[in-house]
C-alpha cells in the first residue's frame, strides 16, 4: 500500500510490517463526559495513540509523536473492518469491554482506574499485534486509523465493509448445510474449542487461587495487629512482638501489588481466549465459501440435467410440467430450440462461475492455513512465556513468605 500522511511518501511492500517503519503507543487513557447519540450524557474513556517513525529515533532526531484520541468503539469499528476485508486471517482480538473471570476484590466496573489502564494496554498490545501481521499491517485504513483523528469513520464506511458483512451474515445460517465439509477445518474449529476451554478453566482455577492468597495474606494482617497489640502490655518481649507485628503488616500488604500483576498474565490468557473466537470466524469463513461452491456445482447439474432432458424429450423426474405437456400436447420446435438456447448460455455461465468457486476456495483454504500456522506459532511461544513468568513470579512469592516468617522467628528467639 501506498500511505501520504506523518511518515512522508512510504512504499510499504506487503510481508513487510509496518511496525519495522513506525514506533506504536497507546500512551495514556482519559476520562471525558460528552452527549451521546440520543444526546444523554455519558462519561467515556479515550485513549492517546502515539506514533513515530522508526528512523527519527535511530538518527536521534526525536521529533515530538504524532498523536490522536481513539474511544474504544473506534477500536471496535477497525476490527471489523479486518474481519470482513481479511476473512482467511485470524485477526488479533480487543481487550475485554467489561472485566470476566474477576476474583471477588476486583472491580468489575469497567470505570475502575486499574481495569482502564489494563484496558489501555490491551488496546496497545491490539495495535502492536495488527501491526506485525503480515497481511492486515499494510492496510491503509489501518494506517489511517493511526495517524488521521478525523474523517477516519467516513473513510471506513465508505469501504462499504459493512454491506458486505451483513450479505456474508445472511449466508453463514447456510454453512450448517454443507455437504462435504473440509476435514481440517473442522479440527481447527475443534482445536479452538479446546484452547477455549482449557483457557476458561485455567482463568476459573486462578480466580479461585487468587482469592484464597488474598485471603491468607490478610490473615497475616490479623496476625500483625494481635503482636502489636499485646506488644503494648509486655515489658522485655515487647520489642520483639513488636517487631514481629511489622513484618505481618508488611507482608499483608504487599498482597495487592502481587495480585494486579497476576492481572496482567491473567490478560494474556485472556486474549488467546479471544483469539479462539477469531479462528473460529476463519473455520466459519471457509465453511461459506465452500457452500458458494457446492451451490453453484448443485446449480450447474440441474441445468445440465434440464438440457438432458429436453433435448431427449424424456422427463426423468416426474413433474407437474411433465404432466401438463403430456396432457396437452408438446411445445412447438420454435419454443423448444429457444429454450436451449438459454439452457447453453445459462450453463456456459454455470461453468464459469463453479470455476471461480473452486479457485477461490482453493485460494481461501492456502492463505487461511499459512496465517493460522503462524498463529499456532504466536500462541505456543506467547502462552510459554506468559505461563513461564508467572511460575516464576509464584516462586518468587513464595521465598518472600518464608523469609517474613523467618524474620519473625528470629524476632520470636530474641525474646
Not at 453453484?296 to 433435448?311: I, M, N, V
Not at 436451449?340 to 477461490?360: C, D, F, S, Y
Request: aromatic share 10%.
Amino acid at each position: 500500500g501506498q500511505f501520504l500522511g506523518g511518515l512522508g511518501f512510504v512504499m510499504v511492500e506487503k510481508g513487510t510490517s509496518l511496525l519495522k517503519m513506525m514506533e506504536i503507543s497507546v500512551a495514556e487513557a482519559e476520562k471525558r463526559t460528552g452527549k451521546n447519540a440520543v444526546n444523554m450524557q455519558e462519561t467515556y474513556t479515550v485513549y492517546l495513540i502515539e506514533t513515530r517513525p522508526v528512523d527519527a529515533a535511530s538518527e536521534g532526531t526525536n521529533p515530538v509523536p504524532d498523536s490522536l484520541w481513539r474511544r474504544y468503539s473506534e477500536f471496535e469499528l477497525l476490527r471489523n473492518y479486518l474481519l470482513v476485508t481479511y476473512p482467511f486471517s485470524v485477526v488479533p482480538p480487543l481487550p475485554e469491554k467489561r472485566a470476566e473471570f474477576v476474583w471477588h476484590k476486583l472491580s468489575a466496573d469497567n470505570m475502575d482506574p486499574d481495569f482502564v489502564e489494563r484496558r489501555r494496554v490491551g488496546l496497545e498490545n491490539f495495535l502492536l499485534r495488527v501491526a506485525s501481521h503480515p497481511d492486515l499491517s499494510s492496510d491503509k485504513i489501518f494506517y489511517s486509523f493511526l495517524t488521521e483523528e478525523n474523517g477516519w469513520k467516513e473513510t471506513v464506511f465508505e469501504t462499504g465493509f459493512q454491506a458486505k458483512a451483513d450479505s456474508r451474515l445472511k449466508a453463514l445460517n447456510a454453512t450448517f448445510r454443507v455437504k462435504n465439509p473440509d476435514k481440517r477445518f473442522a479440527e481447527m474449529k475443534h482445536y479452538g474449542d479446546e484452547l477455549q476451554s482449557v483457557i476458561s478453566q485455567l482463568l476459573r482455577v486462578r480466580a479461585r487461587a487468587a482469592d484464597r492468597l488474598y485471603g491468607v495474606y490478610k490473615v497475616h494482617g490479623n496476625y500483625g495487629r494481635v503482636f502489636s497489640e499485646w506488644s503494648a502490655i509486655e515489658k522485655e518481649m515487647g520489642d520483639g512482638l513488636q517487631s514481629a507485628g511489622h513484618h505481618m503488616d508488611a507482608y499483608a500488604a504487599s498482597v495487592d501489588d502481587i495480585l494486579e500483576e497476576e492481572e496482567h498474565y491473567a490478560d494474556q490468557l485472556k486474549e488467546y481466549l479471544f483469539y479462539a473466537d477469531a479462528l473460529r470466524a476463519v473455520c466459519r469463513k471457509h465453511e461459506l465459501t465452500q457452500y458458494e461452491l457446492e451451490m453453484a456445482a448443485q446449480d450447474l447439474t440441474s441445468k445440465k440435467q434440464q438440457r438432458e432432458e429436453l433435448a431427449t424429450g424424456t422427463i426423468r423426474t416426474f413433474s407437474l410440467k411433465g404432466m401438463t405437456s403430456k396432457l396437452f400436447g408438446q411445445e412447438t420446435p420454435e419454443q423448444r430450440e429457444a429454450k436451449l438456447k438459454m439452457l447453453e448460455t445459462q450453463i456456459e455461465e454455470g461453468e464459469e462461475l463453479v470455476k471461480e468457486r473452486n479457485a477461490e476456495c482453493e485460494e481461501f483454504v492456502k492463505s487461511a492455513w499459512v496465517d493460522i500456522e503462524r498463529f499456532k506459532e504466536q500462541k505456543d511461544h506467547d502462552l510459554r512465556e506468559a505461563l513461564i513468568s508467572y511460575a516464576i513470579m509464584q516462586i518468587s512469592m513464595c521465598k518472600k513468605g518464608i523469609q517474613v516468617w523467618n524474620n519473625a522467628k528470629e524476632c520470636f528467639s530474641k525474646m
